[in-house]
């Protein structure tokens, strides 16, 4: 079954970018799936940061648009996560999760699965 | 954005007894809810899809409804392995949002 493993630096400066990527194993990025990127923090809690799907397309948090960048590498099957002009606040634990989609008598559904296991970035000098 | 809010945030029931959780909308989502349980250290893991869908080998004593702006989270007879945190998450519109959680905690 498909597997997400996130990886990247567990500690970023404040004012640094912060850096991610997920690998995809087990199935194919370029499936009709988008990919997600989900934080989660004491304050505040499970947060949607924004998908990407194979084409490049993509969808941000507006709460997060003006820093984000995300970006796909089909060659590796892997998706990655810059977020710019870090604070206290980004700190948190990062998931990647796919996004899947049926549709049903009352419309298109979504939901996420499965997720990476996540991993703790501290934002700290 | 819509504000997924979950009542209560912390729930104590017995083994073998039934627990109901709720997760309201401040706007219709329709049917497009999701519900999570996380245990410590761990990624959450789906429940439910399009509010009363069950996920795959997910167990019948979970079960999900409502529609609208009022959903509900129903496990019918608590585990032991069921005690955990469920977050509901609206996937109606952007950004989706999650409620903040219910802690259900063995009585």
């Known amino acids: 079954q498909v597997q997400l493993q996130e990886s990247g630096p567990g500690l970023v400066k404040p004012s640094g970018t912060l850096s991610l990527t997920c690998a995809v194993s087990?199935?194919?990025?370029?499936?009709?799936?988008?990919w997600s990127w989900v934080r989660q923090s004491p304050g505040e809690g499970l947060k949607w940061i924004g998908e990407?799907?194979?084409?490049?397309?993509?969808n941000y948090n507006p709460s997060l648009k003006s820093r984000l960048s995300m970006s796909i590498d089909k060659s590796k099957n892997q998706f990655s996560l810059k977020l710019t002009s870090v604070t206290a606040a980004d700190t948190a634990v990062y998931y990647c999760a796919r996004k899947n989609y049926q549709m049903q008598y009352l419309g298109g559904v979504h939901w996420f699965d499965p997720w990476g296991q996540g991993t703790l970035v501290t934002v700290s000098s | 954005e819509i504000v997924m809010t979950q009542s209560p945030a912390m729930l104590s029931v017995s083994p073998g007894e039934r627990a109901t959780l709720s997760c309201w909308a401040s706007?219709?989502?329709?049917?497009?809810l999701a519900w999570y349980q996380q245990k410590p250290g761990q990624a959450p893991r789906l429940l439910i899809y399009g509010a009363s869908t069950r996920a795959t080998d997910i167990p019948a004593r979970f079960s999900g409804s409502g529609s609208g702006t009022k959903f509900t989270l129903t496990i019918s007879s608590l585990q032991s392995e069921d005690f955990a945190v469920y977050y509901c998450?609206?996937?109606?519109?952007?950004?989706?949002?999650f409620g903040q959680g219910t802690k259900l905690e063995i009585k």
């Open positions: 087990g199935g194919s990025i370029t499936s009709t799936n988008w």
């Open positions: 706007q219709s989502v329709n049917n497009n």
């Open positions: 998450q609206q996937d109606n519109d952007w950004p989706y949002t």
């Open positions: 990407i799907y194979h084409s490049g397309s993509t």
